[in-house]
């Protein structure tokens, strides 16, 4: 029933590792995201995705790698972890711009 | 470029005391408006919306007005109850393509019982 669903929810891991976070959704939207929270709560979009397709590439470090292999799926791949990667990622998709996004619960990333 | 700015937190009220969590706004055409809240360890989750001047946007007896001519999307609600203490986002969606949506800096509410 989950409408956007990512996984892992948790994820501890050391400096200089790569790692994967997986994002799906059910709703049939069209556009995907990847957003970053802070520790301050301060939203950053990262990157979207209109049905497989890159429309928005922010200013990310290019260890950060966004894959969609269909409009359904949108994973977020880290090289090279740094400290400064720990946050809280989240994804959200959305049909059109007046509907608003639907968001995951996040995924808690912690580079020690 | 666009960008919202909303009242810094905390804000602590007593439970029924009435809310106002303000939220301005610069862009460019007219963008949607939205609300969001954030409850501790999830994600965000659409409040209410407005997609042009003089909508009002409401749920959970929350509501806002888009004002065009103060660029302003003000949060209230009459009786606040502890239910209701969560982090609070205002958010405008660009006129262009890509449907990005930039978020406002978040305002944490607290209601105390």
């Known amino acids: 029933d989950t409408a956007v669903s990512q996984t892992p929810k948790y994820l501890v891991t050391q400096m200089g590792n790569d790692k994967s976070i997986k994002c799906e959704q059910n709703l049939g939207h069209d556009t995907m995201y990847w957003y970053k929270q802070d520790s301050k709560k301060f939203l950053k979009i990262m990157f979207s995705y209109n049905n497989k397709e890159l429309i928005i590439n922010e200013t990310v470090p290019n260890r950060f790698s966004p894959k969609s292999p269909d409009k359904a799926h949108l994973n977020l791949h880290i090289n090279s972890l740094e400290l400064g990667d720990s946050a809280v990622y989240f994804c959200?998709?959305?049909?059109?711009?007046?509907?608003?996004?639907?968001f995951g619960s996040g995924t808690r990333l912690t580079v020690v | 470029g666009d960008s919202v700015t909303q009242m810094e937190g905390p804000v602590t009220l007593s439970e029924e005391a009435f809310l106002t969590i303000n939220c301005t706004y610069t862009a460019t055409g007219y963008p949607s408006l939205f609300w969001y809240v954030q409850y501790p360890g999830e994600g965000l989750q659409l409040l209410l919306k407005a997609t042009k001047a003089d909508d009002k946007g409401s749920n959970k007896g929350f509501e806002a007005t888009y004002r065009k001519e103060t660029t302003s999307f003000h949060l209230e609600k009459g009786s606040v109850q502890v239910s209701d203490s969560a982090v609070y986002f205002c958010a405008l969606s660009e006129n262009t393509g890509g449907f990005k949506t930039i978020f406002g800096a978040g305002t944490r509410l607290f209601v105390k019982a």
């Open positions: 959200a998709s959305s049909q059109d711009r007046a509907s608003g996004y639907t």
